[in-house]
């Protein structure tokens, strides 16, 4: 099934998504000897909670939430390592405190309250599958950091 959210367009594949960490994508050690990890995951700090405490305890829109945290964090992560590449200051310690949560906010679509539960969790599944999002786009990220010689 395609379905059309926002400006995404997403080929949907009915399956209930599980709560998998992208933890081993950040515990990379770096040159430095840091990592982007921290000890917990983004979806059981407070300032998580906080950012996303409209979505009450609906599990789908928490993971929805999650997703796209790590798919921000994706992009920190590769701005920092390109400032290590091009020799500026850079930081490659635990993310927590540093999220924009507003900018994470603004790039979860609108619609996404009035789909069903079946069409959220496989929207949710779907993007679980891409890329560009979330724990995807944090391993695309490693993978640039890498190329740019910040891991050993």
């Not at 059309?4 to 599980?18: D, Y």
């Not at 590449?85 to 619609?111: L, M, T, V, Y």
Request: with cysteine; hydrophobic share 40%.
């Amino acid at each position: 099934m395609i379905k059309k959210l926002g400006g995404l367009v997403l080929v949907v594949a009915f399956a209930l998504p599980t709560m998998a960490t992208a933890q081993g994508v950040l515990t990379r050690q770096l040159n430095d000897g840091s990592t982007f990890s921290c000890s917990t995951p983004n979806i059981q700090t407070e300032e998580f909670k906080e950012a996303f405490s409209d979505f009450g305890d609906n599990f789908l829109m928490m993971t929805l939430a999650d997703i796209f945290t790590r798919t921000w964090e994706a992009k920190y992560m590769r701005e920092q390592c390109q400032r290590f590449a091009d020799g500026e200051p850079h930081d490659f310690s635990c993310i927590q405190g540093r999220h924009d949560w507003d900018a994470i906010k603004d790039e979860i679509p609108n619609d996404v309250a009035a789909l069903s539960r079946a069409d959220l969790g496989a929207l949710v599944g779907a993007l679980r599958q891409d890329e560009e999002h979330g724990a995807g786009a944090q391993r695309q990220a490693v993978e640039f950091c890498e190329s740019v010689g910040a891991f050993n």
